[in-house]
């Protein structure tokens, strides 16, 4: 959190001593309720009071996004948080040397599906709705029958192949021993086109971020079967995206940029009313959906089922708290072990590497610093370790409270030893891989 009275202090001074190379910029987002630092840091001046004009452009889709941060067109970019990676590394695109340096939030997707699917998975496992867990087991005994009823692969939308959802997605159905690759077919589709999608029955289901499974739920289309904080507590989501040579070219701009996302994200987390952050997001030139569908998840409630109360999901949504802004690298390499193993990547693709190019945490505490935010001092960290909320302690500075980490299957993440990783993950789904590799 920002110490008292130290973050207008520390930018007023900053501004007369340094030079923003490129005041005036084009930042890309897509229409979701997490591009709320975005949308906070215009709206209550932070872009201005740390000396930038910005235009904050929404783009339907994720490689709209990519391509236009990579040509240029865009300045920077709310991003996928392996997008950087799989940018730097080419993977089903333009190449391009990409880094992020501030995280934008956790948590904030889940896995939807459609009304008639969702009442044969309970019919095929009617533990799965009081249990979220049992809901890739209920989905397993589904395609089962339909295998041996001979009708087609269920389909499931994925917003890009590189993403936290599509990853989620995987490792959900993998831990019933579906193989995403084999036993449905997965397709892209754009956020914003999902719910239209399911309702023209083009997709059986989608992992994708809030508006577009409330608003299935609401629509009487769709049911949310379970979130991705119940899959992995607290797990990266998006990330603020620049090229690489840009950053080289304006560091003080990028200082300027992180420093004023930060200020939106410490904001966003002080509000004790979550009223005007749906109300600026429900603006038709942002998210565009009522505030009553946005308000539930921003402010901490999740609809699972209508006629019934919303239920408190306090976490699903975390913009500042448990050190949410931090580019940790050990992030950066469960990615790429799961690109690994879904064959996106070659296995010889060193981990430490891409993610001490691509994620960037030394520009982050130099912006921190600036805004006396406290910050952790280690890169990497261990996931899977801890049930409910943690103190880091960082060197000589201040304890940090740090949230749950946990997997749906009870699986440990330890950065440094990601072939271990991978190959118990391999077996606990009963050796569901991608073909590819």
Known sequence: MICPNSARHSTG????????EKPILRIGFVPLTDCAPLVVAQEMGFFTEEGLAVDLVREGSWAGIRDKVAYGVFDAAQMLAPMPIATTLGIAGVRKPTITALSLDLNGN????????????CEALPAMVSDRKLSAKALKKVIDNRVKQGKDKLTFGIVFPTSMHNYELRYWMASAGIDPDHDVQLITVPPPHMVSFLKDKKLDGYCVGEPWNTVATLEKVGRT????????????????GVNSDWADRHPNTHFALIRAVLRACDWIEKQEDCKQVVDLLAQERYVGALPSVIGLT??????????????LMPDFNVFGRFTATFPWRSHAVWFVTQMKRWGQVSADVDERMIAEATYRPEIYRAAASELGINFPTQDYKAEGTHAKSWSLFSDDRDE?????DVWMDGQVFDPSKPSEYLARLCQASGGVTSSKT
Not at 13 to 20: D, P, S
Not at 225 to 240: A, D, F, M, Q, R
Not at 400 to 404: D, H, I, P, V
């Open 400 to 404: 940090l409270t740090m949230g749950s």
């Open 13 to 20: 001074t900053n501004l007369k001593m340094m030079r923003i």
């Open 225 to 240: 079967v379970i979130t991705g904080y119940e899959i992995w507590n607290n797990s990266p989501e998006k990330v603020l």
């Open 298 to 311: 921003m402010c901490g409630k999740y609809q699972f089922e209508l006629g019934k109360h919303p239920e």
């Open 110 to 121: 889940a896995i939807t599906v459609s009304t008639s699917l969702y009442e044969q998975m």
